[in-house]
T-cell receptor, first 111, second 113 residues
């Protein structure tokens, strides 16, 4: 059974810091890995999708890497802003198109 | 707005009552997914449809839960004889077969008293 773990569970940083969120998964037989953002009480917004054959994806200040063999991914956020405050969720797609999510990292960026 | 919509956004019910939620996917999307998210946890997969066919169901989907997508467009999720443990956010997502990205709706938050 695929299990996804995210570390840390919560993170508080001052504005302008660069930060790294970590995700690990137990079964390397994945189709892709995705990072989502969730604001309080809201749905999920897709940030980055990395195919299983890829090593990284970049979008603006966000960079996600994937090491499938070791079952790890990182999300790097450069020059953090208060508007980045949200919960960040990592999810892997396995058979049947189902996504298996981690519990999330709650990020607070202080002005 | 052409995103995924869900109705209602909030539902409070008493234990033992039946509730039904609706999801309207992005119009050209042939796949529709239901997830459940409890407080402080990530979403958990419940079921998904390709067109009107229900292709996979999680073991989380007990006999009290039923989902339909009769015409391959909108979907409904019904919970019968609700229990307090059913209190959660129910999320719907849609996508295209062969394209991995799933687009999520705002969710329906259910509170069972």
């Amino acid at each position: 059974k695929q299990e996804v773990t995210q570390i840390p569970a919560a993170l508080s940083v001052p504005e302008g810091e660069n930060l790294v969120l970590n995700c690990s998964f137990t079964d390397s037989a994945i189709y892709n890995l995705q990072w989502f953002r969730q604001d309080p009480g809201k749905g999920l917004t897709s940030l980055l999708l990395i195919q299983s054959s890829q090593r990284e994806q970049t979008s603006g200040r966000l960079n996600a890497s994937l090491d499938k063999s070791s079952g790890r991914s990182t999300l790097y956020i450069a020059a953090s802003q208060p508007g980045d405050s949200a919960t960040y969720l990592c999810a892997v797609e396995t058979s049947g198109s189902r996504l298996t999510f981690g519990e999330g990292t709650q990020l607070t960026v202080n002005p | 707005d052409t995103g995924v919509s869900q109705d209602p956004r909030h539902k409070i019910t008493k234990r033992g009552q039946n509730v039904t939620f609706r999801c309207d996917p992005i119009s050209e999307h042939n796949r529709l997914y239901w997830y459940r998210q409890t407080l402080g946890q990530g979403p958990e997969f419940l079921t998904y449809f390709q067109n009107e066919a229900q292709l996979e169901k999680s073991r989380l989907l007990s006999d009290r839960f039923s989902a339909e997508r009769p015409k391959g467009s909108f979907s409904t999720l019904e919970i019968q004889r609700t229990e307090q443990g059913d209190s959660a956010m129910y999320l719907c997502a849609s996508g295209l077969a062969g394209v991995e990205t799933q687009y999520f709706g705002p969710g329906t938050r259910l509170l069972v008293l």
